[in-house]
């Protein structure tokens, strides 16, 4: 293969459920044309025998040594260090690539400083349903509440590894986000704006999916662990003025209007004219009954971005609820 179809390593840690020659099959289905599966028989010996190719594809089946059930991060790190490609890309057995998955990632155009790609991903509940999707454009603080795509969206370049990045044996679940952190610690992400792959989430025993697989007691014990671990990058990233407005907007999405205000003032203070940060910041106000900040705020975006229909729809709520609020005090 000549050096624009680099080899990439597809890596699966399997328990050898029944969905994992459907996954396979998924990667044997790829467009692109030079790849390699690398199994990793996280269950030990008794993992079923697997061919040497499967639909066309070089496949390895790796047997931890000496035999025994390897947790989650040590099954990863045996799949890192048995994978010659280039990109790297882990598939859970119970997950799904669609067709143009590798590709889609191997030649997306942005910066060569992007060492980490990552795409959408359908999410799916227990019967194939279409839940929704995951992943989109963020920025590293997104990694103090959530992962930034799903595991099977993301591609990883070799380098990553070579300078030292590996999964954390203290992460027995979540492990998957922690290198994540690690990586963003040492690269900037790019997004790939189409939707490559299937999360299963409701399926698997990881706790951090959807349904039966969303364990709360598995928050509670390793994000504590995470937001420590990676304190400093953590203060560094949530200190950038779009983090800010992130934040900000997530806060607000979850019910919590006055930690909102905080993160949109701060992100103000440094970006007066942005009309994200005006309007959140406004609306963030008016959810935490602040009616005079948030006209204050909504009429100056309004002024700058007078076409934007939807800043005017922002003030008229705010004003009717100021007139009403108004009314009951005389």
Same mark, same amino acid.
């Given at each position: 293969?000549? =050096? #624009?179809?680099?080899?990439?390593?597809?890596?699966?840690?399997?328990?050898?459920?029944?969905t994992?020659?459907?996954?396979?099959?998924?990667?044997?289905?790829?467009?692109?044309?030079?790849?390699?599966?690398?199994?990793?028989?996280a269950?030990?010996?008794?993992?079923r025998?697997? &061919?040497?190719?499967?639909?066309?594809?070089?496949?390895?089946?790796? +047997?931890?040594?000496? #035999?025994?059930m390897?947790?989650?991060?040590?099954?990863?790190?045996?799949?890192?260090? =048995?994978?010659?490609?280039?990109?790297?890309?882990?598939?859970d057995?119970?997950?799904?690539?669609?067709?143009?998955?590798?590709?889609?990632?191997?030649?997306?155009?942005?910066?060569?400083?992007?060492?980490?790609?990552?795409?959408?991903?359908?999410?799916?509940?227990?019967?194939?349903?279409?839940?929704?999707?995951?992943?989109?454009?963020?920025?590293?603080?997104?990694?103090?509440?959530?992962?930034?795509?799903?595991?099977?969206?993301?591609?990883?370049?070799? =380098?990553?590894?070579?300078?030292?990045?590996?999964? #954390?044996?203290?992460?027995?679940?979540?492990?998957?986000?922690? +290198?994540?952190?690690?990586?963003?610690?040492?690269?900037?992400?790019?997004?790939?704006?189409?939707?490559?792959?299937?999360?299963?989430?409701?399926?698997?025993?990881s706790?951090?999916?959807?349904?039966?697989?969303?364990?709360?007691?598995?928050?509670?014990?390793?994000?504590?662990?995470?937001?420590?671990?990676w304190?400093?990058?953590?203060?560094?990233?949530?200190?950038? &003025?779009?983090?800010l407005?992130?934040?900000?907007?997530?806060?607000?999405?979850?019910?919590?209007?006055?930690?909102?205000?905080?993160?949109?003032? #701060?992100?103000?203070?440094r970006?007066?004219?942005?009309?994200?940060?005006?309007?959140?910041?406004?609306?963030?106000?008016?959810?935490?009954?602040?009616?005079?900040?948030?006209?204050?705020l909504?009429?100056?975006?309004?002024?700058?971005?007078?076409?934007?229909?939807?800043?005017?729809?922002?003030?008229?709520?705010?004003?009717?609820?100021?007139?009403?609020a108004?009314?009951?005090?005389?």
């Amino acid at each position: 293969m000549t =050096s #624009d179809t680099p080899l990439v390593s597809i890596l699966i840690r399997s328990m050898d459920r029944p969905t994992l020659p459907h996954a396979l099959d998924t990667v044997a289905a790829q467009t692109w044309p030079n790849l390699e599966i690398v199994v990793v028989a996280a269950c030990g010996a008794r993992h079923r025998p697997l &061919p040497d190719t499967w639909k066309g594809r070089p496949l390895r089946l790796v +047997f931890p040594e000496p #035999d025994r059930m390897l947790p989650r991060p040590d099954a990863a790190n045996l799949a890192l260090d =048995s994978a010659r490609g280039e990109w790297l890309n882990f598939l859970d057995d119970d997950d799904e690539f669609l067709p143009n998955h590798v590709e889609a990632l191997v030649r997306a155009t942005g910066s060569a400083a992007q060492r980490v790609r990552y795409s959408r991903a359908e999410v799916r509940d227990e019967h194939g349903n279409l839940m929704g999707h995951t992943g989109s454009h963020g920025f590293h603080a997104q990694l103090y509440f959530q992962a930034r795509s799903a595991c099977a969206a993301t591609m990883y370049h070799r =380098s990553l590894i070579e300078e030292g990045a590996r999964f #954390d044996p203290a992460f027995e679940k979540m492990e998957d986000r922690d +290198f994540m952190v690690n990586c963003a610690t040492r690269t900037a992400f790019g997004f790939v704006a189409e939707t490559t792959c299937i999360w299963n989430a409701q399926i698997g025993e990881s706790g951090m999916g959807h349904g039966q697989n969303d364990d709360a007691s598995v928050r509670e014990q390793y994000l504590p662990m995470l937001h420590g671990k990676w304190a400093s990058a953590f203060e560094a990233w949530l200190a950038q &003025p779009q983090a800010l407005i992130f934040l900000g907007k997530h806060y607000l999405q979850e019910g919590q209007p006055e930690q909102a205000v905080d993160y949109l003032e #701060d992100a103000l203070k440094r970006l007066p004219d942005d009309i994200n940060a005006l309007n959140l910041c406004g609306m963030a106000h008016f959810r935490a009954d602040n009616l005079q900040r948030a006209e204050e705020l909504i009429a100056r975006a309004v002024a700058l971005f007078p076409q934007r229909r939807e800043l005017q729809e922002n003030l008229g709520l705010i004003r009717t609820q100021r007139a009403l609020a108004n009314r009951k005090t005389t």
